[in-house]
């Protein structure tokens, strides 16, 4: 008998081409995930440049929230996000019953089921707002040790492809600064944007490295195989829920982009 393969939706928080969506699916590889499940990964349709700031906190939370918003009803079993902000998680859980994760909470939780703190390694100190958001919903600043960053500019498109000869010696070296001077005993990379980064570190470093975007995936994975979702108590569902009008607000969003 043949079994039914569930699908999981990840929500990629920039529209892009398919070229640079490869690499976002490249996050698969060197994983085992069941057979029995079915990764489709979905550009949002308009959001942010970048996630920066609180602006651009609030325009993620609409984009991806958008993209998965009918995920239960287009027969997903679940949905991952594809930035270590969350965005939009909260508010997914809010109108699906199937469960939905972000990579970035869970990373800090399974970080102190490894160690007692943790680090996260950056390219940008202007993503720290991002942390600190977590952090303090979390309650967890005590158990990050110290944030790192490398300081070079960002591409949320290509990501690290051809920068790997010029960037992974960077990031080694501020994982031993984390590990040495501020005492961490786990390292996160800081985006899912750094995920082609994971083999180096890993190989190279004496603590762990949590690679958030397939951390998220193997959470999904399990929550499925347990039979478990969100709180409804901790996420109520909306009294007068609009997602009719969200979506049209992202359609035109994306008519204004593509003008410009």
């Known amino acids: 008998m043949t079994s039914v393969k569930k699908k999981i939706l990840v929500v990629v928080p920039f529209a892009m081409s398919p070229e640079n969506l490869a690499l976002r699916q490249a996050q698969l590889k060197g994983i085992d995930l069941s057979p029995d499940l079915v990764f489709e990964f ?31 009803d287009e ?16 508010a997914l859980r809010s109108v699906l019953d199937i469960p939905v994760f972000g990579p970035g909470k869970v990373s800090m939780l399974a970080a102190l ?3 007692d703190r943790f680090s996260m390694l950056t390219l940008a100190n202007r993503w720290k ?8 919903e979390l309650g967890m600043h005590h ?11 960002t591409d949320n498109q290509a ?23 501020d005492g961490a005993e786990v390292l996160i990379l800081g985006s899912t944007t750094m995920h082609q980064s994971h083999i180096y570190l890993s190989q190279r470093l004496p603590v762990p490295v949590i690679n958030p975007g ?22 109520p569902r ?23």
């Not at 990501?159 to 590990?179: M, N, R």
Request: a neutral charge.
């Open 42 to 72: 979905r550009t949002v349709k308009a959001g942010p440049v970048n996630y920066s700031s609180h602006h651009d906190f609030v325009l993620a939370d609409a984009a991806n929230f958008e993209a998965g918003c009918r995920a239960q």
């Open 75 to 90: 027969g997903f079993a679940a949905v991952c996000i594809d930035t270590m902000s969350d965005s939009g998680v909260a």
């Open 113 to 115: 089921m490894l160690g």
């Open 129 to 136: 707002p991002l942390y600190k958001k977590a952090l303090d």
């Open 143 to 153: 158990k990050c040790a110290s944030v790192r960053s490398i300081e070079l500019s």
């Open 159 to 181: 990501l690290l492809s051809g920068k790997e000869e010029d960037v992974f010696p960077l990031l080694e070296q501020a994982a031993y600064e984390a590990i040495e001077k």
């Open 214 to 235: 397939p951390l998220s995936y193997k959470m999904a994975e399990a929550a499925l195989g347990l039979g478990l979702s969100q709180s409804r108590k901790a996420y």
């Open 238 to 260: 909306p009294m007068h829920p609009r997602l009719d009008m969200l979506q049209d607000m992202m359609s035109a969003a994306k008519q204004s982009v593509n003008r410009t």
